[in-house]
C-alpha cells in the first residue's frame, strides 16, 4: 500500500481473517513503520525502521511463523509451552 508518509515502506500482512472473512472476525492487520513512540495506530503494529528491518529480515513464510503479542512476563511464561525458542520478542 502506499502512503505519502513512507510508513509501509516496510512491513508484512498477517494473514488474519482473510480466507474466508467472517463478519465481525476484525480487519486485516499490518506490521509497519511508526510515525514515533506512543503514536498508536488503528489495530496495527507499528515499530521502529530499524527493529522493522530485523523482523522482515528474521521471518521465513516457509515455517508458518505466528503472530503472538503480549506483555514480557506473559511471553517468557508461555515461551517453553508454545515452542518460542526461536522467537523474536
Known amino acids: 500500500m ?3 508518509d513512507g510508513l509501509y515502506r516496510l512491513g508484512a500482512f498477517v494473514h488474519h481473517n482473510t480466507s474466508p472473512a467472517v463478519p465481525g472476525g476484525g480487519s486485516c492487520i499490518f506490521l ?3 510515525r514515533g513512540q506512543g503514536i498508536t495506530t488503528s489495530g496495527c ?3 521502529d525502521q530499524a527493529d522493522m528491518l ?3 529480515r528474521w521471518l521465513d513464510a516457509d515455517k ?3 503472530l503472538a503479542q503480549l506483555p514480557r512476563k506473559d511471553f517468557e511464561r ?3 509451552a508454545w515452542r518460542l525458542e526461536n ?3
Do not use: C, G, Q
Open 2 to 4: 502506499r502512503r505519502p
Open 32 to 34: 509497519h513503520i511508526w
Open 45 to 47: 503494529t507499528s515499530m
Open 54 to 56: 530485523l523482523l522482515l
Open 64 to 66: 508458518r511463523p505466528v
Open 78 to 80: 508461555f515461551r517453553a
Open 87 to 89: 522467537a523474536h520478542p
